[in-house]
């Protein structure tokens, strides 16, 4: 069973890494909302990064945001760097949980889940890098397990609304569910909406290193998983979709992978039968189409040489059409913003075979919820880190680095999201 109390060598239930960055300072905010749902109704937190005058406007900021004055005095501050892996060391022995918002992961992740493992503290990322969360899987699976360490990685927007919601249409249908297909949507008011560019960085060297990802894939030596039920067919790069109602490209990021980890672990700890997955996001009308090609050829190009990632990165708002940008969105861009994941599910009624004939039987569900980036992606990374708090025992039985998916299975993270605005329903 995970350890989850504190203690006087380990007083902070949760510590947030890298709180003054463009995701860290939302996630303070979401922390300080929540601290009634902590052990026994009361959390104990302290933020940590490198620079204490910037921690301390960032909760300065908060207490603005939240009218909790109380948020300057109460909650500590740890001064930790990357670079520096003593200062890691202290500060994840002071902690239950560590928050880790500094990314790109692929540069920065690895000393933090190093110190996590050595120094007993839980580690929850929001990354969206394939190649960092199977690297670690890879590096650090028996250490964590070891140690009853939990590494849990993907616990934003990438990957908790399309890995939980897998899961969660499975548990809704009646029989075996063999198959999903997800379908992102985002919306957005009148003042339209942007990503922060260290999203737009981890993309440009996740691209330009992807031929790693194949090798580091091939060290674990997975047999396939086994396909129950009619085989999945995959759509083309660019289709118009019945289901959204609008044209439509395979999704980019982390989902289909770390979608595909929880269903070996599933079937590996628990015999589960896998559910296959396609992922696919939306992109709207023909005039987007004409813009995603467009900027879709020049980061081909530019990505494979160093000058162009240089480009790409010095120059995000160019070369993405405005959908990335140095300075993030606004406040009132992220209010008017939200997602929602359409999930079409096949399989077999109960008493159905199925190695016999069609899928007999569909399901519809939704996951949708506020704005992705910075209003679910914190509200999803600290219900996630919660959900270890207070629900040790519905964990895995032994520590190591697990999808949210693998980890959180057995818990009841799906009705923690509902009550904060990421909702999970049957259509």
């Known amino acids: 069973m995970a350890r989850v109390e504190t203690s006087s060598s380990r007083p902070y239930h949760m510590v947030i890494f890298g709180a003054s960055g463009f995701t860290g300072q939302f996630v303070v905010e979401?922390?300080?909302?929540?601290?009634s749902e902590g052990p026994k109704g009361n959390l104990k937190w302290a933020v940590a990064g490198r620079s204490k005058q910037k921690l301390e406007k960032v909760l300065e900021q908060a207490a603005g945001v939240l009218s909790k004055p109380e948020l300057r005095s109460e909650v500590d501050i740890i001064v930790a760097d990357i670079e520096e892996p003593d200062s890691l060391a202290a500060?994840?022995?002071?902690?239950?949980?560590?928050?880790?918002?500094?990314?790109?992961?692929?540069?920065?992740?690895?000393?933090?889940?190093?110190?996590?493992?050595?120094?007993?503290?839980?580690?929850?990322?929001?990354?969206?890098?394939?190649?960092?969360?199977?690297?670690?899987?890879?590096?650090?699976?028996?250490?964590?397990?070891?140690?009853?360490?939990?590494?849990?990685?993907?616990?934003?927007?990438?990957?908790?609304?399309?890995?939980m919601g897998v899961l969660y249409t499975r548990d809704q249908f009646k029989g075996t569910l063999t198959a999903v297909e997800s379908f992102l949507t985002i919306g957005s008011g009148e003042d339209g909406g942007c990503i922060h560019d260290g999203t737009w960085q981890s993309a440009i060297y996740g691209f330009s290193d992807s031929q790693k990802l194949q090798s580091l894939r091939r060290k674990f030596n997975h047999k396939p998983l086994p396909i129950v039920g009619s085989k999945l067919r995959r759509r083309g790069n660019l289709?118009?979709?019945?289901?959204?109602?609008?044209?439509?490209?395979?999704?980019?990021?982390?989902?289909?992978?770390?979608?595909?980890?929880?269903?070996?672990?599933?079937?590996?700890?628990?015999?589960?039968?896998?559910v296959q997955y396609g992922a696919y996001a939306g992109i709207g009308g023909i005039g987007n189409i004409v813009k995603l090609m467009f900027a879709g050829m020049m980061f081909w190009f530019l990505v494979k040489f160093s000058f162009g990632r240089n480009l790409l990165i010095k120059h995000p708002e160019f070369f993405s059409f405005g959908l990335f940008s140095k300075a993030g969105p606004t406040r009132k861009q992220m209010e008017a913003s939200s997602f929602q994941f359409a999930f079409y599910g096949v399989g077999y009624t109960e008493g159905q075979d199925p190695s016999q004939g069609k899928p007999n039987a569909k399901i519809?569900?939704?996951?949708?919820?506020?704005?992705?980036?910075?209003?679910?992606?914190?509200?999803?990374?600290?219900?996630?880190?919660?959900?270890?708090?207070?629900?040790?025992?519905a964990l895995?039985?032994?520590?190591?680095?697990?999808?949210?998916?693998?980890?959180?299975?057995?818990?009841?993270?799906?009705?923690?999201?509902?009550?904060?605005?990421?909702?999970?329903?049957?259509?």
């Open 30 to 35: 979401e922390v300080a909302r929540t601290v």
């Open 91 to 163: 500060m994840c022995k002071q902690a239950v949980v560590v928050l880790n918002c500094v990314g790109p992961y692929r540069f920065y992740g690895e000393p933090m889940v190093k110190a996590c493992v050595e120094n007993g503290a839980h580690h929850i990322d929001i990354s969206g890098e394939p190649q960092f969360l199977e690297r670690m899987q890879l590096n650090y699976n028996g250490q964590a397990a070891d140690k009853g360490v939990y590494i849990i990685g993907s616990c934003g927007f990438d990957s908790i609304p399309a890995d």
């Open 239 to 274: 289709f118009f979709s019945n289901e959204i109602q609008q044209y439509t490209v395979p999704f980019m990021g982390s989902d289909p992978s770390v979608v595909k980890r929880t269903q070996r672990f599933l079937v590996d700890e628990y015999q589960a039968k896998p």
């Open 396 to 427: 895995p039985k032994t520590g190591g680095v697990y999808t949210p998916g693998a980890a959180f299975a057995k818990t009841t993270l799906t009705d923690r999201l509902n009550k904060h605005g990421i909702q999970f329903s049957v259509v």
């Open 364 to 393: 519809r569900t939704l996951v949708q919820g506020p704005e992705c980036g910075y209003v679910a992606t914190p509200i999803a990374m600290v219900q996630a880190a919660l959900t270890i708090l207070n629900e040790p025992t």
